[in-house]
């Protein structure tokens, strides 16, 4: 099954801990994104990697960092400075060049 | 300039009705713009798209309606059904192998029988 994989689906940590999300994908796509969404806000972008070894903040990337050692995996640590960071945290992928964007299932972290 | 405006926030429509889903959007730069549609707890997935240079796409209930000059572009679903309750986002991006998506606020749609 080809696809994007998220885990884990429900995520629980206690504030003042890092906690890393997992994202991997077997579509052979170059370009990977984190997003994060929060109620009404609609999806937020984090990082972005165009491809191995390289990755941008987007818009919101205080308080979180990013690897990408392998073309099929780019995971999100979301660190204690991250102020806010209950929220549901979606993994996209794409063809680098093409604009269609495919997304995973998500994991929805609680901090509490 | 990076915007774009969704509207409405939420709607609910009976089923069998028509639901629109409006999005509006400043940046000219923007040449593809696809609709994404989430279920509660999962990730959104790609709807349908469009490109300007068409001014209406339609598969099957759900179509787009494209207004270049006034920067809009709509999503109706025709005959709406209790299924497609959920939440619809649109979206927008230039070319370019570094252009990335902006997303509209999404709407919530609730198809009532």
Known sequence: ?112 | QQQVKQSPQSLIVQKGGISIINCAYENTAFDYFPWYQQFPGKGPALLIAIRPDVSEKKEGRFTISFNKSAKQFSLHIMDSQPGDSATYFCAATPTGTASKLTFGTGTRLQVTL
């Not at chain 1, 801990?17 to 994908?25: I, W």
């Not at chain 1, 073309?71 to 794409?94: D, G, I």
Request: contains cysteine.
């Open chain 1, 1 to 112: 099954d080809g696809g994007i994989t998220q885990s884990p689906k429900y995520l629980f940590r206690k504030e003042g801990q890092n906690v890393t999300l997992s994202c991997e994908q077997n579509l052979n796509h170059d370009a990977m994104y984190w997003y994060r969404q929060d109620p009404g806000q609609g999806l937020r972008l984090i990082y972005y990697s165009q491809i191995v070894n390289d990755f941008q903040k987007g818009d919101i990337a205080e308080g979180y960092s990013v690897s990408r050692e392998k073309k099929e995996s780019f995971p999100l640590t979301v660190t204690s400075a991250q102020k806010n960071p209950t929220a549901f945290y979606l993994c996209a992928s794409r063809i680098r060049g093409e604009q269609v964007e495919y997304f995973g299932p998500g994991t929805r972290l609680t901090v509490t």
